[in-house]
T-cell receptor, first 113, second 110 residues
């Protein structure tokens, strides 16, 4: 049963610290998405990759957020420095193409104190 | 800018009822529309995907329709069960990204 995995599942950190979230997409999927979910804003797309190349990161605060795909089996989302307003659930999703069904991971719940 | 709205925001019904969840979008230039389910503390699970050229899709007790010209989709749940309790989100795929609605939180009580 192929699934998207994300680590860590929960992260509590203090303001100013670096946070790294990791995602392993489903093997064979060539498109990876990062989303953020909050009560106020709902689900927002932060960035996405196709064949490991970044296609759109317009949803990310560029000064503190960065997203990479070091290889086809790993995507990372970093926040440095973290701020309380970054507290949210961060989801990774993967698919064959952007227009196809996206498969979501369980999310990383981030709390920045 | 595409905006996706879901009505109602919350719904509580007794088991066995047939339900209709509504989704509307402002820009009809979409590739497809997807319905997802989200359980508390969990990720999203794709339920149905309707291509822009299609009118409806069915899976078990779920039926989703799409009227692109009017910017509307409905998710019909037949014979609801307590296990259907979750948040249901619709999302439209337009210019290179999925835009999500805010969801309908459904509770089905025995």
């Amino acid at each position: 049963d192929a699934r998207v995995t994300q680590t860590p599942r929960h992260k509590v950190t203090e303001m100013g610290q670096e946070v790294t979230m990791r995602c392993q997409p489903i093997l064979g999927h060539n498109t990876v998405f990062w989303y953020r979910q909050t009560m106020m804003q709902g689900l927002e797309l932060l960035a996405y990759f196709r064949n490991r190349a970044p296609l759109d990161d317009s949803g990310m605060p560029k000064d503190r957020f960065s997203a990479e795909m070091p290889d086809a089996t790993l995507a990372t989302l970093k926040i440095q420095p973290s701020e309380p307003r970054d507290s949210a659930v961060y989801f990774c999703a993967s698919g064959y193409r952007g227009t196809d069904t996206q498969y979501f991971g369980p999310g990383t719940r981030l709390t920045v104190l | 800018k595409q905006e996706v709205t879901q009505i109602p925001a919350a719904l509580s019904v007794p088991e066995g009822e047939n339900l209709v969840l509504n989704c509307s979008f402002t820009d009809s230039a979409i590739y497809n529309l997807q319905w997802f389910r989200q359980d508390p503390g969990k990720g999203l699970t794709s339920l149905l995907l309707i291509q822009s050229s299609q009118r409806e899709q069915t899976s078990g007790r779920l039926n989703a329709s799409l009227d692109k010209s009017s910017g509307r989709s409905t998710l019909y749940i037949a014979a609801s069960q307590p296990g259907d309790s979750a948040t249901y989100l619709c999302a439209v795929y337009g210019t290179d990204k999925l835009i999500f609605g805010t969801g309908t939180r459904l509770q089905v009580f025995p």
